[in-house]
């Protein structure tokens, strides 16, 4: 019998002991049964379920290494900003997270609440699921932790405090390099589809243009310490069903530039979108789909930027942020982040370490390389045009653009 008092990987049956002898939510007698379940880069995810009651719950916890490769290590306090940030996005955001219960800084997990009525975002994308509340569900997350985390509404010596407790240097390293540097030279770390080096290296490697955006970028987001961002905040991340939306995952949370996270959220619907015009037959559901994809991305950045801008003018407390002028200077400079942070994710998935399904489950190998194509021709034009990619109808044009560039590449 282990006693949990000094820190391991548990196994399945280690975390339905954990359940049993340290929480308090299964009754004595409870006929527990564990899976894990986590598919991500990362963590382990164990599914504790109690046959005699129903009850279920999910304990996750932190491993010294990622799961995608033993190269990246990545401290298990990462546990404990995920249960913190959990806590406060409930708070910020009430509903559209998972409820925590509890936190073990010596086990590196902590427990939630189980949302298996729910389901992977990216998964249900994939088959072609539609969900019409996730734009509105989103925008509201997005506007309110981004916002009331940041100095516009926070007192900014609470806000530095707040900083500090969310300070994420092994994560961010991740996203420094994976997403801000590896996919814009022939880095060995990359992982890329035969086909799509060469459009690599003509669009991306030869364009200094570009990869002095990139740096720019790159040294924005390790100084930029605007807003409480989740940071990682793709379809991986986010359960759906029909009327609920729950961001998961946090782990990757720091004080950076809000638009990370509202590109993230863009840049893969992009994906989405590209998975279905690639692989779904000619005909009226490929067209329902397609058209509400289409719809949601530019739902994601109009709604983001109405909410965000109704919060600012109720909620801003710091005197100059009031002046004329401030607040759509400000929102601006998110839009534009955002943008660009759309095309550095649109091109880090499709040629990093750690790609999605959207496109590697495109069998046909002609119709992956035009998704792959689409994505990196879009991903270069939200970096570099990101003055100019303000609204929904924007991204939207860059998207039709990039299919008929690809086309003919
Ligand atoms: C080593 S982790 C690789 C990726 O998985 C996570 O979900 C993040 O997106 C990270 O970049
Ligand atoms: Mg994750």
């Not at 990370?260 to 692989?279: K, M, P």
């Not at 067209?287 to 801008?309: M, Y």
């Not at 040629?351 to 046909?364: E, F, M, R, W």
Request: charged share 25%; net charge negative.
């Amino acid at each position: 019998m282990g006693d949990f008092s000094k820190y391991f990987t548990m196994t399945e049956a280690d975390a339905v002991e954990y359940a049993a002898t340290r929480l308090d939510v299964f009754a004595p007698g409870a006929r527990l049964t564990c899976k894990e379940i986590g598919d991500g880069n990362l963590n382990f995810v164990f599914r504790i379920a109690d046959e005699n009651s129903g009850r279920s719950i999910i304990i996750k916890q932190a491993g010294p290494v990622a799961r995608i490769s033993d190269e990246f290590k990545v401290s298990p306090d990462r546990n404990r900003i995920e249960y913190e940030i959990l806590r406060v996005q409930n708070e910020l955001a009430p509903g559209l997270v998972p409820n925590v219960y509890h936190y073990d800084p010596v086990m590196n997990c902590c427990v939630m609440e189980d949302l298996s009525d729910h389901v992977i975002m990216r998964k249900a994308l994939l088959e072609h699921r539609q969900f019409p509340l996730f734009a509105d569900h989103i925008t509201t997350f997005m506007a309110n932790t981004l916002l009331l985390t940041s100095d516009v509404v926070m007192n900014h010596k609470d806000k530095k405090v707040q900083a500090g407790r969310f300070i994420n240097p092994d994560l961010c390293e991740i996203t420094e390099d994976l997403v801000y540097t590896e996919p814009f030279y022939d880095c060995p770390r990359n992982d890329i589809f035969p086909p799509t080096r060469e459009v690599a290296r003509r669009l991306l490697w030869e364009d200094d243009r570009l990869l002095l955006e990139t740096a720019k970028l790159k040294f924005a987001f390790m100084t930029n310490a605007q807003s409480l961002v989740h940071g990682d905040l793709h379809t991986g991340s986010i359960f759906v069903r029909p009327d609920s939306t729950k961001v998961i995952d946090p782990e990757f949370a720091f004080y950076g530039p809000a638009g990370y996270d509202v590109g993230n959220v863009i840049a893969n619907l992009i994906f989405a979108y590209v998975n279905a015009r690639q692989t779904m037959a000619e005909g009226e559901d490929k067209e329902r789909h397609i058209g509400w994809v289409l719809q949601t991305i530019g739902e994601v950045a109009d709604l983001f930027r109405d909410k965000f801008a109704r919060l600012f003018e109720e909620r801003a407390t710091e005197r100059v942020a009031r002046y004329p002028g401030f607040a759509g200077h400000y929102l601006d400079g998110i839009m534009r982040d955002a943008s660009a942070v759309t095309g550095l994710e649109l091109c880090r998935r499709t040629l990093g370490i750690a790609h999605v399904k959207d496109l590697t489950s495109i069998a046909d190998p002609d119709k992956r390389a035009e998704a792959e194509r689409i994505c990196l021709i879009a991903g270069k034009t939200l970096i570099l045009e990101r003055d100019a990619i303000l609204t929904g109808k924007d991204y939207l044009d860059v998207v039709r653009d990039s299919v008929a560039k690809a086309a003919s590449w």
